[in-house]
């Protein structure tokens, strides 16, 4: 996959025990995202633990940013719609 042409990116990961999945840390570790913007967002059930800060300790090199949890009850969002629109709008 040839990033080159992409100066922002835009990340979901589901949580996984506490973390990301390992397809997302094998993402951020083949691919060199130097100077990039990456902003991440984690579907969860309200555990987030070390998510954010693992992904950011994946790419030093990157700016991440405006990042966003997304909780669930179950099988329904745990956030708000407003919150989830105006993060997208803010993008
Ligand atoms: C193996 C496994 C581990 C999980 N660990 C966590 C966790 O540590 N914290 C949390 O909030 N949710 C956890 N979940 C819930 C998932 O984050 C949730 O199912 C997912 O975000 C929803 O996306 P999906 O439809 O791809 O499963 C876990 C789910 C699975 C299957």
Avoid: C, H, Q
């Avoid at 030093?60 to 966003?68: A, G, H, R, W």
């Amino acid at each position: 996959m040839d990033l080159n042409s992409y100066n922002v990116i835009i990340l979901g990961t589901p949580v996984w025990w506490y973390t990301m999945t390992p397809p997302g840390r094998a993402f951020l570790k083949k691919y060199d995202l130097s100077g990039k913007v990456i902003i991440p967002f984690a579907t969860n059930g309200g555990w987030l633990g070390t998510t954010l800060d693992d992904i950011k300790k994946y790419v030093p090199n990157s700016k991440v940013e405006n990042e966003l949890s997304i909780k669930f009850n179950e099988d329904t969002l745990a956030i708000s719609e407003d919150t989830l629109n105006n993060w997208i709008e803010k993008l």
